[in-house]
């Protein structure tokens, strides 16, 4: 016991810095959803999000978070498939190629794409001079799935990378002489040792992609609500902390939801982190 | 073959897709035009202005001292917890890793208000609340960093240095600590960059004076951003560039000598990944000698991360010495770009007193930070119906008309116009005033524009901006309908409703100053706008018309104002004076092209400006208008629900 690594108790700063600055306030949004603004205990909060407007802000966010998710993982996965394949002396080059991105703020890098998808903007500027036919998704559904799956990629193709490059190679040399072909290699092989990634990839470009607003607004000419949209202007604009207390708490429970449904799919005991 | 070009063609496509943006913004920072609308053709003005841009500068400078304290803190705590964590029971460790998820599994914005909401409650908000909320969101992050590289640890080569007589601390630093570096170096580099790109929770835990090139970017989202910004982004995008592209070299060098040392073949590196900043764990499989090397890195890292801090220590006691607020300066809180620089200062020189300047872009993110005594400003800028709001709550001070003489420069006209939301002139100093009105392009709208009902006809599908906060939204229908704008009858109300979710469809997008943008960049027909922004415009555009429609319109008036918990009243009151100026005035207009209500700047303006109907419309047009004024808050709740569902249909 003495000569191992690392003893439970250092943990202790941090769970206390965890304790003070992440409980604790979450115990006010707590106080928030459940009480009026006079102080008084009321579940009107919590049940504000089955009203039509907010039920229909929710479903929008679900749907736009998970047709981003999907192509977040139909790009992201291929392109893993290719890196690992590359030489691996520039596969460091390449990853960080990945995160580089995220060195502008995230709010210019989204309003640039709208200089990049006005009806005038760069993009249709050089489809006409190719004449071709105008991209107009600019303040559209289109445009914000867009820039949902530009803002969060990385974050899908990073765990598949890390899952797939960690598989050892003898395995599959072992399988080929074996006399597996390269279908039965991926199906048996690399698909189940890369689920753990999926999975994360699936939590970190979901979660942020379902509770955005920023993006809605850029990109979505503010003409689409999403429950990202009605949380902020209760907090920001409406002056109504106690609702968009109550609205996140419900956001919140259902994020751990989907968590917990998704985590069943992963039987890795670790899971696999962005990294 | 064939494969190869594919593999090649579709990393170029994503390539493309990731760095499309960044291109543009690199673009945007060689742009002459102020608008990103438009390219006025190259030029490298904006990163001379840059860096004599105090704001900028000052702001870049916290950014990087937040995310390198955050993220040393974070990478030391996150070190240790981690190693807690591997060392712990299944059950304990799935529990404390639960609570680990919190804040990445929180939407930003609830984690922020939350923090908000505790700092509140017992400290002032101000520089260490910023750090304190940055550490807590980058922890996840390490500790997520360095478990996996302890996970791969052979467990048992600690206990051989034990063996072999090494001291816990020595075979910790030499055998373990090596060996989990490149997670603590991922980690670290990732808390630095979700820090640098944070804007929420730096938002709601600021404090006054803290300004960091987020916020500041958020600020000037809505009235358009300014070409500095893009400048300096392009430079830290390029220093990065260097670095990690320099980093990643030396250590592709060191990993080939490495595996010549080893006289191994090269091998398929399972671990290359495993941190994705550096380009591979250079000490694995190789022989004792390129690990010695290989450790002396490590121990030359330990320096520089050493040093590092202790730089930025310095540096901190430095600026912490900054921060101390000096007896004698005033806090400012002002709109985006609604004020000449040369303005402040001019005041800081003749007087001696320092300005603090910051800016909101909505009267809605003013408010809180005011009210709830978060931060305690000396000026702020409220629009009409919010300085009734303020009143109300008995949020100003009184002004003492003998320490501003200057006042009496105030147009009448317009101190009477304040009464309708300031009686008796006592609390507000009109400072911008301007009218709304329709924005349209003559080379699309060939027929006269006199009333608001050409925003609903279908004719202009997809070629209308409109409004994007509620009070402007709904001024347009009741006004069309005969109604008040102040109006608080609910039929009048929902009728406004039914047009505006009638007109949705024709509407390209809702917007606040970004109109301006869209307009200027031929991207529609028709706009809602604010006279000033249509001055800067119709320059900028010269087919661009503004009209003020026959049913009238909203006359604003936005005020200078000092807060009840101001901390430095005599500052304020002579700050206002020094804005109430004659020249002061015209040196505002020519900065910001929105009308001043100081009557003796106006007369030293051109005579061509002073006749502009945008600027100073005739008295005709100004009767046809009126201020809002704040509706209690039950109304206001009302309006907001009504503008909610007008969105979500």
Redesign the interface.
Known sequence: MN?????????????L??L???????G??VY?GLTAADGSFTLQNIIAMAH??HL??LWLSLVLALISTLICLA?SY??AL??C?MK??Q???I???????????????????Q??L???G?INNILTFFHLPELNII?TPAAIVLGMV?DF??FMI?PI??AM?????DVLDAARDLGAGDGTIFRRIIFPLTVPGMVSGI??VF?PAL?T?VISD?LG???I?LI??????E???????NL??GL?LV??IL??LT?AITAKFDKGK?G???? | MVKKAA?RI??GF??L??????A??ML?SFNDSRT?AQWGGFTLKWYVKLFQDQGIMSALFTTLVIALLASLVASL??T??A??????GRR?RSA?MG?????????????A???M??FMRFVNLGFTTVV??H??FC?P?V???V??K??Q?N?NI??AA?DLGASRKYA?YRV?LPDIFPGVM?GFM?SF??S??D?IITHFTKGVGVDT??TK??TE?RKG?RPE??AV?TL??LV??IC??LY?RQ??IQ??KQRIAAERP?E?????????????DPQKDVDPEAELRARRRAKGWKIAVGSAAGLLFAVLLVYSGMQGRSANEIYVYNWGEYMDPQIITQFEQETGIKVRYEEYS?N??M??KVKSGAATYDVVFPSDYMVQKMIDEDMLAKLDYSKIPNIKNIGASYMKSAQKFDPGNQYAIPYIWGTVGILYNKKMVHEPVHSWSILWDPKYKGEIYMQ???RDAFSIPLLMEGHSLNSTNKQELEQAKDLLIKQ?PL?????VDEVRD?MI???GALGVIYSGEAIFCHDENPDLEYVVPDEGSNIWIDCAVIPKNAKNKEGAEEFLNFLCRPEVGVMNFNYITYSTPNVASQKLLPKDIQDNQIAFPDQSILDRCEPFQYLG?KM??YY?QLW??V??Y
């Open positions: 000569n191992t690594l690392g003893r439970p108790v250092m943990t202790s700063p941090y769970l810095w965890m003070i600055f992440t409980l604790v306030p979450l006010f949004m928030y039509p407007v229909k802000a790009l291929p392109l290719i890196l394949n691996v002396n596969n460091g080059f990853i960080f190629i990945f995160v580089l991105p995220m060195w502008m703020n995230f709010l210019l890098r989204t309003l640039a794409w200089n990049l006005d009806h005038n760069i303040n530009y990629l990385p990073l990378y890390n490059s960690r598989i050892n190679k939590t970190m979660v509770t607003f850029l000419g503010s003409k609500l990202g949209n009605v949380i902020d202007q907090f920001m604009q409406g002056d109504n902390w968009g207390a996140s956001l919140m994020v751990l968590m670790e696999v982190g962005l990294w | 593999s579709y990393i994503i390539f897709l990731l760095y499309a943006p960044i543009t913004l945007l990103r705590l996150g240790a917890a190693l807690g964590i591997n060392a712990m304990l404390v609570l680990t998820n919190i804040p990445l599994l929180n939407a930003d914005i609830v984690t208000i939350a923090l909401l505790l304190i909320g550490i807590t922890l992050f500790i997520l960093s478990l996996p302890l996970a640890l467990p600690y206990e034990l910790f373990i991922t990732l960059t979700m640098m790109d804007f090139l987020s970017i958020y989202v951003i910004i893009y982004s830290l995008f990065v560039l990690l592209f990643n250590t592709a990993v080939k090269v398929y590196d399972s671990d290359a990944s495993s941190s994705f900043l550096t380009l591979s909505t809605e993110e408010y809180p994007n906060s509620v949705k509407v390209q997008a809702y917007l869209k960049g031929n991207e808050p206001e709740a907001d909610k569902e969105k979500s």
